[in-house]
T-cell receptor
Framework: AQKITQTQPGMFVQEKEAVTLDCTYD???????LFWYKQPSSGEMIFLIY??????QNATEGRYSLNFQKARKSANLVISASQLGDSAMYFC????????????FGTGTRLTIIP | EAQVTQNPRYLITVTGKKLTVTCSQN?????MSWYRQDPGLGLRQIYY???????DKGDVPEGYKVSRKEKRNFPLILESPSPNQTSLYFC????????????FGPGTRLTVT
C-alpha cells in the first residue's frame, strides 16, 4: 500500500534561512510521481514541485528544490532564502498506478517563518 | 484561464438534508477526484473518475455518491449528511498519468449540525 510520512508536525524558521521539510514514502510500483503542495491559511492547494521516479536529477523550481534519494525512499523539500509568505502548511504526496492514480498525502508540516 | 471550480465555497446544513457540491474543470482532463481534509489526517480520497461514466471508490467513500455524465463535471452528493462529514472538501483534476500534477479547486468548507 502507498504511504507518505511527514514526521515534522511544525517548524519555526528565521526569515532568509533555508529550510528542509522531510518526506519519506513507500510504494511497490517502480513508476511513481512525488509532489509537494503548499496550503496557505486561505485554504487553497498550490502545486510547488514534481519529481518522477525515473528522473536522474533533482527537481528545482525557483526557490524550491526536491532532494530525491530513491534508495532511502525520501523526497525532502528544500526552500532557500525563506520569506514570510512561505508560512503555510506543506504536504508531500505521491501518485502511482497501484493507487488508482490518486494522490496519497502525508499529514503535513506547518511551517512558520519568523521575522 | 485553466481552473477547477467548486460551489458552494461554504455550506452549513443540518443532519439528513441532501446536498450537492459541484465541481467543474475546463482543461479537458480525464481524471477527476474528490478529497476530504481533516486535521491531522491530510487529504483522503473519497471517489474518483477515470473518464465519463467511469467512477470508483477511493479510501473513504461511505456516505457519498458521485456521477460523471460529462467530462468537465464531477458533482459530489451527500444523500443524508451526518456531523462526521463536517470537513474541507477538494475537487481535483488531471490527465491520467502519475507524472501529472492534480489541479485543485478552491475547496468547500462543509459544516453539518
Amino acid at each position: 500500500a502507498q504511504k507518505i510520512t511527514q514526521t515534522q508536525p511544525g517548524m519555526f524558521v528565521q526569515e532568509k534561512e533555508a529550510v528542509t521539510l522531510d518526506c519519506t514514502y513507500d510504494t511497490s510500483d517502480p513508476s511513481y510521481g512525488l509532489f509537494w503542495y503548499k496550503q496557505p491559511s486561505s485554504g487553497e492547494m498550490i502545486f510547488l514541485i514534481y519529481q518522477g521516479s525515473y528522473d536522474q536529477q533533482n527537481a528545482t523550481e525557483g526557490r524550491y528544490s526536491l532532494n530525491f534519494q530513491k534508495a532511502r525512499k525520501s523526497a525532502n523539500l528544500v526552500i532557500s532564502a525563506s520569506q514570510l509568505g512561505d508560512s503555510a502548511m506543506y504536504f508531500c504526496a505521491m501518485r502511482d498506478r497501484g493507487g488508482n492514480e490518486k494522490l496519497t498525502f502525508g499529514t503535513g508540516t506547518r511551517l512558520t517563518i519568523i521575522p | 484561464e485553466a481552473q477547477v471550480t467548486q460551489n458552494p465555497r461554504y455550506l452549513i446544513t443540518v443532519t439528513g438534508k441532501k446536498l450537492t457540491v459541484t465541481c467543474s474543470q475546463n482543461m479537458n482532463h480525464e481524471y477527476m477526484s474528490w478529497y476530504r481534509q481533516d486535521p491531522g489526517l491530510g487529504l483522503r480520497q473519497i471517489y474518483y473518475s477515470m473518464n465519463v461514466e467511469v467512477t470508483d471508490k477511493g479510501d473513504v467513500p461511505e456516505g457519498y455518491k458521485v456521477s460523471r455524465k460529462e467530462k468537465r463535471n464531477f458533482p459530489l452528493i451527500l444523500e443524508s449528511p451526518s456531523p462526521n462529514q463536517t470537513s474541507l472538501y477538494f475537487c481535483a483534476s488531471s490527465f491520467t498519468r502519475s507524472s501529472y500534477e492534480q489541479y485543485f479547486g478552491p475547496g468547500t468548507r462543509l459544516t453539518v449540525t
